[in-house]
Structure formats: structure tokens, C-alpha cells
């Protein structure tokens, strides 16, 4: 079986919660996805983000040009 690498740009990702609630948010590096997730880590840092009054949600704006597309 032949294996083949790929060097894909990946704007944002989303991040889904057990209430069906949707994430987006923006990539700034690359993903190592064969390395395990450290959920403490992970976790750690969305904490800091709701702490640190960070945006998560859309615009009117923002939603309005969702709607639009």
C-alpha cells in the first residue's frame, strides 16, 4: 500500500461540544495529528481563553454574512 504526505493549508477547525455546540477557531501552526491530544493542556488553555474574555461567538454582522452565503 503506498503512503502519500500532503501539505494541506487548514484555515480553522471546529470544536463540538456534548450540547451540539460548535467552535470555530483559527489554526496559526501546523497539526501534528500523530502525535496524542494532551486534554489537560487542551483544556487548560480554553479555560484561559473563557477567563481571559475571549470571543467565541459570531457577530450579528458576522452571522448576517453566514446567512447570506
Not at 460548535?22 to 501552526?29: L, M, P
Not at 501534528?32 to 494532551?38: G, R
Not at 484561559?48 to 454574512?65: D, G, I, N, V
Amino acid at each position: 500500500m503506498e503512503q502519500y504526505n500532503y501539505v494541506l493549508k487548514c484555515y480553522a477547525t471546529f470544536i463540538a461540544t456534548s450540547s451540539r455546540r460548535f467552535i470555530c477557531i483559527e489554526v496559526e501552526d501546523t497539526i501534528d495529528y500523530e502525535q496524542p491530544i494532551d486534554y489537560k493542556q487542551l483544556y487548560a488553555q480554553a479555560i484561559e481563553a473563557l477567563r481571559s474574555k475571549a470571543r467565541y461567538w459570531f457577530t450579528h454582522k458576522e452571522e448576517a454574512y453566514i446567512s447570506s452565503t
